[in-house]
């Protein structure tokens, strides 16, 4: 029951989308309204994922454990700002460090590509979230925003290294 994390790769698709669809549909049911939880469909899944996956810009890492994807980060840096860009574990596989790794390997990248700190969204009324990241390092830096495309507000939140 070894942990992989690795570069996703297009053929990770259906992995990714597994992971992701099952973090909307049962991990933030209770902590967003329903509507924005149907909102995302499986069609809209796919073809934000789709994108992501060919974006040349930053890395997409998943997190294997035979041979299934039970996790997924995407992280960036620009003009040496470090940018955790989405960290999705699996319901089934919670609590089993899964996400550790997978923030620690994205955060370990940013380090060595030159960023002195890095941020994240994360939903203001995702208090798990919230909590797994404040015990990580993260704080929120007063800053939010609500995307039109999800509609639910998000904090921001930083983590600064030396």
Do not use: K
Not at 98 to 116: E, I, K, M, P, Y
């Amino acid at each position: 029951m070894t942990l992989e994390v690795r570069r996703a790769t297009p053929d990770d698709l259906s992995g990714v989308l597994g992971v992701f669809l099952g973090c909307w549909r049962e991990s933030y049911r209770g902590i967003l309204p329903e509507s924005a939880i149907d909102a995302m469909t499986d069609e809209r899944a796919e073809a934000l994922w789709r994108r992501v996956l060919a974006d040349p810009v930053g890395e997409v890492l998943v997190a294997e454990r035979d041979d299934d994807i039970v996790g997924v980060t995407r992280y960036a840096t620009t003009a040496g700002e470090g940018a955790v860009h989405s960290l999705y574990v699996s319901p089934r596989a919670h609590g089993g460090g899964v996400g550790t790794a997978l923030l620690s390997a994205a955060t370990d990248a940013l380090r060595v590509a030159g960023a002195d700190a890095a941020t994240l969204w994360v939903f203001a009324a995702n208090t798990p979230s919230l909590g797994f990241y404040e015990s990580r390092g993260w704080h929120a830096d007063g800053a939010t925003r609500t995307q039109p495309e999800f509609g639910e507000p998000e904090q921001r939140m930083r983590r600064e290294w030396a």
